[in-house]
């Protein structure tokens, strides 16, 4: 079982000034500034403060505190240049507010991507997966000790869900290393397209996930793990964490086993006796391995998506 007790336990001790300090260091540590982004994210925090409005902010006082606790996290875990690989994106990282806010039904929040990754990235590192980030146009996380790539997605649609998995399809089949892609749902549930407190995911949204996962086992992309999080302070466990694969995929063992290490990593339940969701779809999305590089992912996703559920 993994435990995410003792960073949890520390932080909780920590008052808001040092909540405040940890992130005016990093805005610091990695030059940044304006209106936008964490620092600005920093600038209004402290104008709550001062202004004596805390009870009115609760909302986005915790947003504040989940980043400021992952920028902290990252670096216990020796692992800080995670946070400062994002830094000169969360600059221009959007308004900082309302995750449905201000943003395109298929783009979701900006800002609140970036936060989505570190603290995914936080919680693979406490789940013992060791990686590096990668570069520019590569997975988000190159593992160190073993042989696969993790790609992260954060989609605000159903039409969004789909291109997002085919750029991750193409960014893992790039790569020539297996990956597992992780989709975090936030966006979705806070538009009600995903229900928080459900234990299976919808089977629209396991279809569109299927429809575009590879069969052919040329391809390196072995399966999704889906999340979404329930809202519950009371609940003992606060999110739900499902992983997806197409049949062919699951009936591979090396498969199984990779997709397990990343599932476990993010959950703190022993996972190892839960069974994986495996089927196929009628319908699939039709990859050509020799050029996947120059795949139109937004018109061809679209075209396909409509093709099968119409309009988003």
């Given amino acids: 079982m993994i435990n995410f007790e003792p960073l949890l336990e520390e932080w909780k001790h920590k008052n808001i000034y040092f909540v405040i300090d940890v992130v005016e260091k990093f805005c610091n540590k990695n030059n940044l ?36 606790y992952t920028i902290w996290a990252l670096d216990k875990l020796g692992k800080s240049n995670l946070a400062d690989a994002v830094a000169k994106n969360m600059m221009v990282g959007g308004d900082f507010g309302e995750t449905i806010a201000y943003q395109s039904s298929e783009s979701g929040n900006y800002f609140r991507n970036f936060e989505l990754q570190l603290a995914l990235a936080a919680r693979l590192l406490e789940g013992g997966l060791d990686f590096n980030e990668g570069k520019e146009g590569e997975p988000d996380f190159i593992l160190t000790t073993e042989t696969f790539v993790i790609e992260i997605k954060a989609p605000a649609s159903k039409l969004a869900l789909l291109q997002d998995i085919l750029k991750a399809v193409k960014q893992i089949e790039l790569s020539g290393k297996k990956g597992v892609i992780v989709v975090s749902l936030d966006h979705m549930v806070a538009r009600g397209m995903v229900q928080d407190v459900m234990d299976d995911l919808p089977e629209q949204i396991q279809d569109i996930i299927l429809s575009v996962l590879p069969v052919d086992t040329d391809f390196n992309t072995i399966g999704v793990i889906a999340e979404w999080v329930k809202w519950d302070e009371e609940q003992q466990y606060l999110s739900t964490v499902q992983p997806i694969m197409n049949t062919q995929k699951h009936n591979n063992l090396d498969n199984q086993i990779i997709i397990k290490k990343v599932w476990q990593a993010l959950t703190i339940e022993d996972i190892s006796e839960f069974p994986i969701l495996h089927r196929e779809v009628t319908k699939k999305f039709n990859y050509e391995k020799n050029s996947i590089n120059n795949m139109d992912i937004s018109r061809e996703g679209r075209e396909f998506y409509e093709s099968l559920w119409g309009e988003d």
């Fill in 33 to 68: 500034d304006g209106i936008d982004g964490i620092y600005g994210f920093l600038c209004y925090v402290k104008k709550i403060i001062a202004d004596k409005k805390v009870e009115e902010n609760k909302d986005l006082l915790k947003s504040f505190f989940e980043t400021s």
